[in-house]
């Protein structure tokens, strides 16, 4: 049997540099969130297929705050790197930030956290993908972290699919009190 083979998180580290141009912007003047998350899902698919050697799907993006507006004219440079990988699945971890040519002033805009699938191209089932070396402390505590998000995760789905197969409507109307809604049915 083939050793298993195991990856430095270096080595599929990606730094992603886009100037923010007009037709970016929404109708606010404001560059659109949909571009940057365009630009976040590019950056999570060159960073898992430089780790996995192939081609890998989207699976899942964790909430995405954007912490500050982008304007047009900025340079928006994206981080992502490998933090987990399970068997066929990797996580991501992208950081955005924006900076103002002007004033040099650089900003957070976001972080995201992106699971991405190695699969076979054709089959498009999922494929293993190799280990990862973990070199420091750093990079042990965003694995041991990818680990916990992805219990969490699995434990949110079970809690909210219990939780609805519990909701009826009839016995469930007085926790509407309070809430921003009129009832007229
Ligand atoms: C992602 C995909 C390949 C998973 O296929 P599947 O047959 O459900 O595979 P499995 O249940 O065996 O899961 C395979 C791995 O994916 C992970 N996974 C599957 N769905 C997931 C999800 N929604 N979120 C996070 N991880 C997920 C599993 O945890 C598993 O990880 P592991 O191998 O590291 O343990 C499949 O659902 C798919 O092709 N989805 C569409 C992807 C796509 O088109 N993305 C672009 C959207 S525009």
Do not use: W
Not at 47 to 57: E, G, K, P, Q
Request: glycine share 6%.
């Amino acid at each position: 049997m083939a050793e298993k083979e195991f990856r430095t998180v270096k080595a599929s580290q990606q730094v992603l540099k886009e100037l923010m141009v007009p037709s970016y912007a929404n109708f606010g003047g404001k560059v659109h969130g949909g571009q940057i998350l365009s630009l976040m899902d590019k950056i999570a698919y060159t960073c898992a297929a430089t780790h996995a050697r192939c081609y890998c799907v989207t699976a899942s993006i964790d909430s995405v705050d954007f912490l500050n507006p982008v304007e047009v004219g900025e340079l928006l440079t994206l981080y992502a790197s490998v933090n987990y990988v399970g068997k066929s699945s990797m996580e991501i971890g992208i950081k955005v930030v924006s900076e103002d040519f002007h004033n040099g002033i650089v900003k957070p805009t976001n972080t995201s956290y992106f699971t991405m699938v190695a699969v076979d191209e054709e089959s498009r089932k999922p494929v293993p993908v190799p280990g990862l070396v973990l070199e420091d402390d750093a990079e042990i505590k965003r694995f041991l972290e990818g680990m916990m998000r992805r219990r969490f995760k699995r434990a949110y789905k079970d809690e909210l699919r219990e939780a609805r197969r519990a909701l009826d409507v009839d016995q469930d109307l007085e926790r509407l009190q309070g809430e921003n809604c009129r009832l007229v049915r």
